[in-house]
Nanobody, 125 residues
Framework: QAQLVESGGGLVQPGGSLRLSCVASVRTFSRYTMGWFRQAAGKEREFVSA????????YYDDSVKGRFTISRDNAKNTVYLQMNSLKPEDTAVYYC??????????????????WGQGTQVTVSS
């Protein structure tokens, strides 16, 4: 069983930046594809970004491409989401997710095995 713990959320003005972190308590973190999803109030959970377990390939939803950057540090069992040029529509609870040796359907929430509890990001002036 894995435990994922997100941190780094908060209140930021439009155009600002935040960096989210997710620490995974698993024995073989390097074998997990890691993803970030978000859920705004009254809306369904949606894919934000993912980074593969094998070669570290990265994937982004079009809405965040060019503004967000996902990265991982396997030595620290941690995945990051650097968020720049934040917009009010980025406001949501952000969730970290893990998929063992995931290679397919990385934008599909049901493909992931483990989830964190979420961290709130609010973009407002």
């Amino acid at each position: 069983q894995a435990q994922l713990v997100e941190s780094g959320g908060g209140l930021v003005q439009p155009g600002g930046s935040l960096r989210l972190s997710c620490v995974a308590s698993v024995r073989t973190f390097s074998r997990y594809t890691m993803g970030w999803f978000r859920q705004a109030a009254g809306k369904e959970r949606e894919f934000v970004s993912a980074i593969s377990w094998s070669v570290g390939a990265t994937y982004y939803d079009d809405s965040v491409k060019g503004r967000f950057t996902i990265s991982r540090d396997n030595a620290k069992n941690t995945v990051y989401l650097q968020m720049n040029s934040l917009k009010p529509e980025d406001t949501a609870v952000y969730y970290c997710a893990a998929q063992f040796r995931g290679t397919n359907l990385l934008a599909t929430a049901t493909s992931y095995d483990y989830w964190g509890q979420g961290t709130q990001v609010t973009v407002s002036s």
